[in-house]
């Protein structure tokens, strides 16, 4: 196991625990599509069907244990708390027929197990949509959120690395269905990512249900700051004397661009 696994397997363990604690620190199941943590759950006990067949060790056996049962817990919450967004009506049903096609066309023995990780491992990079269509459709994203996906994007990204440094150490050891589930999910999470800068997709506070600002805004604010000081330089030598004096003391910025020096 080389450091990339060990990365990656750390950033999976803690999106999967800190999503339940904040929601039981918020009181709230808002922002959380109870849909992806259903697929999710799935994609667990699809892929650990050997847990009771196939022995490694107890660290091994213990984890499979726990992200099936940390997974559930998740997914149960939201009807504890029964506030589940209105907009986490994707057809998740979809995901479910594309992920079994493709392990249907990649099924190439007579192990049922088999069949049913290659499964898992598709439905792993298509879980997360259900996700990013609440957050579309309610433009909204909570903070434990933002932490959650990252962690879970940099979790396979970390996980392509191992794959490269397994590739170059073994080259026998390819496994074309990993590579395309993995490449997958990420295309699927750049692509949520772009999405959400084009929707203008605000963070929101659970404690006090206030939207903040946008939180793509640091990305646009250096390249906003360059238009309005050209506009300003622009404006201040063309007013300009012979003498070098300036015509004019002071220019008007527009309301949004007043408000967006003061938020810098």
């Known amino acids: 196991m080389n450091i990339f696994r060990v990365i990656g397997d750390f950033l999976h363990i803690c999106a ?13 199941y808002a922002g959380v599509s109870q849909r992806t943590q259903l ?23 213990f984890m499979k244990c726990f992200f099936i049962g940390i997974t559930l817990i ?27 096609v493709g ?9 049922t197990v088999e069949l049913f990780w ?3 491992e598709l439905l792993e990079a298509l879980a997360i949509i259900p996700q990013v269509h609440v957050i579309l459709k309610t433009k909204q994203i909570t903070k434990p959120m933002v932490f959650y996906m990252t962690c879970t994007a940099f979790y396979k990204l970390f996980y392509c690395f191992n794959w490269i440094k397994r590739y170059q150490d073994v080259t026998d050891s390819i496994d074309s269905m990993a590579d395309i589930a993995g490449m997958g999910f990420l295309c699927v999470y750049g692509l949520a990512l ?11 506070n659970e404690t006090d249900g206030m939207l903040k600002k946008n939180i793509f805004s640091r990305i646009m604010v250096p390249t906003t700051i360059f238009s309005i000081s050209s506009q300003v330089n622009h404006v201040t030598d063309r007013n300009m ?17 007043k408000e967006l020096f003061q938020t810098i």
């Open 16 to 28: 999967i625990i800190f999503l339940p604690i904040s929601i039981l620190k918020n009181k709230s």
């Open 39 to 61: 697929l999710l759950c799935m994609v667990f006990i699809t892929r650990y069907l050997d847990i009771f067949d196939y022995f490694v060790s107890y660290y091994n056996s």
């Open 74 to 100: 998740t997914f149960l919450m939201g009807y504890w708390y029964k506030d589940v967004d209105q907009h986490d009506n994707f057809n998740s049903e979809l995901l479910l027929f594309f992920a079994m």
């Open 103 to 111: 392990a249907v066309k990649n099924y190439a023995n007579n192990e």
């Open 118 to 120: 290659s499964f898992s």
């Open 194 to 204: 772009w999405l959400m800068v084009c929707a203008g997709v605000k963070t929101f």
């Open 241 to 257: 004397g012979s003498d070098g004096a300036p015509l004019v003391k002071e220019i008007e910025l527009s309301q949004k661009e």
